[in-house]
C-alpha cells in the first residue's frame, strides 16, 4: 500500500462501521481517495452516495479496487463476505478484521495467501477521533503495511498493537469498556435527578466530570490511584461516596464484568 494509492473500504455500516466511517470522512483531506462503504440497504447506499468523500459499492468491487479493508459485520456474517469477495481482492492487499472473536487462524482459512490478515477490536468513539484500535497483525504483515493501517486509523484515535492472545481482555477493557462509562454516567445521572437536579443539568455534570477524569490521566500520565487519592480530601465528601462504593462491590463487580466478557470474546 503506496501513500498515493490508498483506498479503503468499509464493510458494513452499523454501529461501529458508521463511528469508523464518520471518523475517517472528518480525516479525510482534499485528493484522498474516496471511502469505498459496502452496504445492504438502496436507502443506506443512497444516504451514502450523498455525501462527500463517501461511495457506497458492491462487496466484490469494494475489494477489487481498496488496497485496505475493514470488515465491521457481524462475526458469523465474516466467512460468507470473505467467501464473495476472496476472489476480487488484490494481492498486498490488507484486510482488517474488526469483528469480535474472529481469529487470524479463522482469516488464514478464508483469505488468499497474498493477502495479510489483521484482527482488531475498535470502539465507538472513533466517530468522533476518539477511539481506540487494537490491532493484532498476522504473520505476513509487513511493517510497511501496518504503519499504513495505522496511518488510516489515526483518524479515528489511537492504535496499539498486542499480541493476539490479550485481544479477549483488551476487549473487555477497550471495545467494550465505552458502554461501562455510559452505565457510570447514566447511574450517575438518575442519582442527581433523585436529589434534586434538573435532568439536563446532570447529564452535564456528570460528562464534564467524565471528560475532565479521562482528560487529566491521558495529560498527566499519573496512576488513577493517584489522582483519585487528590479529590479525596480528608474526612470529606469523596471519601464518603468512594466508602460507599467499595461497600456495594466495585471493584469486584469489574474484575466479573471484565472476565465475562474476555469470556465471551473468546466464544
Ligand atoms: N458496536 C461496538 O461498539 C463494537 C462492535 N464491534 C464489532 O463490529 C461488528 C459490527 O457490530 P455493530 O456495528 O455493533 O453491529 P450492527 O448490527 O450495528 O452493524 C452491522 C452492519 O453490517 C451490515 N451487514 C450485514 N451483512 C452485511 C454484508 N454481507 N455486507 C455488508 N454489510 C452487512 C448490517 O446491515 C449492519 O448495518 C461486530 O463484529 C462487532 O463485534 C467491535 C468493537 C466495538
Ligand atoms: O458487544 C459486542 O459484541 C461488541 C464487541 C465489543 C463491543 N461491542
Redesign the pocket.
Known amino acids: 500500500m503506496s501513500e498515493q494509492q490508498r483506498t479503503t473500504a468499509i ?9 469508523i466511517l464518520e471518523g475517517l470522512l472528518s480525516g479525510r483531506r482534499d485528493g484522498d481517495p474516496e471511502v469505498l462503504a ?4 438502496e436507502e ?1 447506499a443512497r444516504e451514502l452516495d450523498a455525501r462527500d468523500g463517501a461511495r457506497s459499492v458492491a ?1 466484490e468491487e469494494a475489494a477489487a479496487q481498496a488496497d485496505l479493508h475493514l470488515l ?4 458469523a ?2 466467512p ?2 470473505l467467501e ?1 469477495v476472496r476472489d476480487s481482492l488484490r494481492p498486498g492487499s490488507v484486510v482488517v478484521s ?5 481469529s487470524l487462524s479463522d482469516l488464514g482459512d478464508l483469505l488468499p495467501d497474498e493477502v495479510a490478515a489483521i484482527r482488531g ?4 468513539p472513533a466517530r468522533v477521533g476518539q477511539g481506540m484500535t487494537v490491532l493484532s497483525p498476522g504473520a505476513s504483515v509487513s511493517q510497511a503495511q501496518l504503519d499504513a493501517v495505522r496511518e488510516v486509523l489515526a483518524a479515528t484515535g489511537e492504535t496499539i498493537v498486542l499480541p493476539e492472545t490479550q485481544q479477549d481482555v483488551a ?1 473487555a477493557l477497550s ?2 469498556a ?2 461501562y462509562f455510559y452505565l457510570v454516567v447514566e447511574a450517575l445521572v438518575d442519582a442527581g435527578v433523585a436529589g434534586g437536579l434538573p435532568r439536563a443539568t446532570a447529564v452535564e455534570l456528570a460528562t464534564q466530570a467524565a471528560l475532565g477524569a479521562g482528560t487529566m490521566m491521558r495529560e498527566t500520565g499519573e496512576e488513577p490511584a493517584l489522582l483519585r487519592a487528590a479529590v479525596t480530601s480528608p474526612g470529606g465528601s469523596t471519601a464518603a461516596a468512594l466508602r460507599q462504593l467499595e461497600a456495594g462491590g466495585l471493584r469486584e463487580t469489574f474484575a466479573r464484568a471484565v472476565e465475562a466478557c474476555a469470556r465471551r470474546s473468546a466464544g
Do not use: F, H, I, W
Not at 464493510?11 to 463511528?19: D, E, P, Q, T
Not at 474488526?98 to 474472529?102: D, H
Open positions: 464493510y458494513g455500516v452499523g454501529s461501529m462501521g458508521g463511528a459496502v452496504v445492504r440497504r443506506q462487496p465491521v459485520v457481524k462475526p456474517v465474516v460468507e463476505l464473495q474488526l469483528a469480535l472473536g474472529v477490536m475498535p470502539s465507538t476487549t471495545g467494550s465505552p458502554a
